[in-house]
């Protein structure tokens, strides 16, 4: 009883001490009033997560672009769709660290380059870049090829069926590409139903999203069953990458530059982990475990967002049928063999129609919906004072259909990125900006045509029956709760 009274004295104490301090600084910044203790949780609880995305941004109508929220009884978050504030924090080397929700990630991913901060974020970042040259994504171009194959197929047996989640397949796909390109192993997980390793990636990745949504303070985490749930999947995952180093690290000590050309000449393809075992940090080699960092990293950044884009791109075009038709125009000028073309990079570069499609569905449908940043100091903007371990949420979300910056922001409109120049990199941000942007974006782009080129030469893509008006919710990624529904008709070429 006594601790009981002592302890919420001591919760009382902080929360009036934190709540003194906030009022001090951001007492200017609007928002929606707080509730003793609950903040404003309780308006999220009784949502359903696909309520959130509404909920903010009935408030950010309500009080302004940029407000306060009381997310639990000790913290608050600002939360912003300010083009002003989104240049401010993107672009400056200060505001680069993450906190919050990316912690739940470190159990899995350590600190890796998407959740580590200061010198080693930067020296990861240094080493790490290179891996994403044109010259080294020439690599994987044929593994989205071959893994795309087997998607197609998996299509062709749906057609005609009036509506079809697209998204559990997708995802699949993107696991087996990544997998692929990360590790260098075929894990495959399109044909595969009762992988170990892919099931758990799953239950991890669900998992960290419930974990994002959870009205339960981090601290009593470790008394939750998905604690537990977390350390068995967590064993499978570490110990499947450890594996893999280890094996591929034995190889290597075992070849020679030109063992990395085949008999006939061909350059093998390396994957991502093959790069790592070579790479050096002020002139040491990495330890396994910051291989398994950054290999763990490109398997989480790596494959539902991708699912998240390839899956909303085609339920778009499902709605858009004049813009499939310029879609499939341009891959008949580029391919003649519109059925077996396997595409090389310069066609996916050519594919510059195939490009302002994939934009525009970034925009409405950004695969990360939010950006969160936490002040490492002080930031005074227009008179305002942000103060320093504030947690920021840049909504790109709702800047990408701010009428402000993206007039008919509900619109389907590819054309809107047709002159480059007038998009400004601070308002469209779906791969984040500056410099902790999305290492990942030219690889992502590269699969996201190559995939999407052979739906389009296979399939007209339809809506499904009876039309499905999607349910999003800003999980880990961007998710649609009742699924991505649409329906397939094989495409005639004549
Ligand atoms: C459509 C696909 C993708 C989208 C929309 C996307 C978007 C993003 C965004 C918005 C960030 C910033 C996240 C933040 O600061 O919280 C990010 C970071 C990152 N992405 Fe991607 N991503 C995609 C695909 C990929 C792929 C395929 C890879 C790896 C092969 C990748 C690897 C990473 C990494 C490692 C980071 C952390 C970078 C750093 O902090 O320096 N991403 N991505």
Redesign the pocket.
Known sequence: MITSVVVALLLFIVYYIISRKNSKYLKNVPGPKPIFFFGNVLDFLVLPSWGWIGCLTNYMDTYGSTIIVHDGPLSIGLVTREAKLFEHILSSYAFIN?DGP?TYLQSWLGT???TSVGTK?KKR?RM?TPSFHFSILDNFVEIFDNVSNIFIKKLEREIGKDSVDISPLVSLMTLDI?CE??MGIKINAQSEKNSEYVQKVKVMCSILTERMISPIHPILYPFTINYFREKRALKVLHAHTDKIIETRMNEQTDKSEDDYTDNVGKKQRLA?LDLLLKSTIDGEPLSRLDIREEVD??MF??HD??S??ISFTMYALSTHPEIQEKLFLEQTNIFEDLRNAKPSIPQLQEMKYLELVIKEA?RLY???PF??RTLTEDLELDGVLYPKGLNIMLF?FAMHRNPEYFPDPLEFKPERFQDSSRVNPYVY????AGP??????K??ML??KSTLSKVIRTFELLPASPVQDLQLAPETILVSKNGIHISLKKRIIV
């Open positions: 993450k990316y890796g380059l998407l974020w970042r790490l990544i390109a990360a991502f990293t490109f950044e790596g967002t991708t998240s884009a970034l950004p695969s990360v950006n969160g790109t941000v779906p791969f984040s902790r942007n999305c290492i990942g974006q690889f992502a699969e996201l």
